[in-house]
């Protein structure tokens, strides 16, 4: 089972289309990519490439 990890102001901000997204922050505290092709990967993860 994966850790959850409580968010802190600065992990998210809501788009305004009412969307959740998540930070640079949130993605470098979780300490993985999920391999979603996150707008703020900081691992560098390219969803058309699958690397």
């Known amino acids: 089972m994966k850790e959850i990890i409580p968010l802190e102001e ?3 901000y809501v788009s305004p289309e009412g969307f959740k997204v998540f ?3 949130y ?13 703020h ?3 560098g993860y390219n969803p058309k490439t699958n690397s």
Do not use: A, I, V
């Open 27 to 39: 993605h470098l505290k979780r300490g993985y990519c999920c391999e979603s092709g996150c707008k």
């Open 41 to 43: 990967c900081p691992y």
């Open 23 to 25: 930070t640079k922050q």
């Open 10 to 12: 600065g992990d998210f």
